[in-house]
């Protein structure tokens, strides 16, 4: 753990090599993380664990000027940007079209993590978070780290800088204001077709 901290603060100082040395003493930690999102996904899906994770790596090795913190501050970057990968991709073979934009409330206390959401949920939930953060950007990061990232409570609280307890509020208040909002987009998903069945 002192390793991989010690690896952060170099890479946060501009050390390329840095990088490049802490990806295998993280890996196992990605893979897992990148085939939980990958698990529940369409068998024919075209983009596969190793190819989420080399994206991710692409992707951060871009960014300049991060001051990573620590394991957890890591980890909870790298479950963004393969959110965002995910979502991206979902968005680009256009999964909505047709029919196939059937939106199902989600409760996140029964679904164990992003890889079991369809593509088309996994977008609805993405608008509705994208919602969120415009009103509370802490309980959006909350879900992200949670939900989508899978750290437990004491590394999100960890993360954001907060005690536990004010993760489990907000976390219980974001969970709320996400259901209502898909339930939402589900009802004017269904009242737009039923209009375009009339004309």
Known sequence: MNEITQLLQRWSNGDEQA?????????EELRQMAHRKMRQERPDHTLQTTALINETYLRLI?????????RAHFLAMCAQLMRRILVDFARSRKYLKRG???IHPVPLDEVPDVSSLRAAEMIALDDALQRLAKIDPRKSRIVELRFFGGLTVEETAAVLKVTSRTILREWDLAKAFLHREMSLDKTNMKRARSKTAQK
Request: proline share 5%; glycine share 4%.
């Open 19 to 27: 990088a490049e040395k802490l990806i295998p003493l993280l890996y």
């Open 62 to 70: 871009r960014w300049k000027n991060v001051r990573w913190e620590n």
């Open 100 to 102: 196939a934009g059937m």
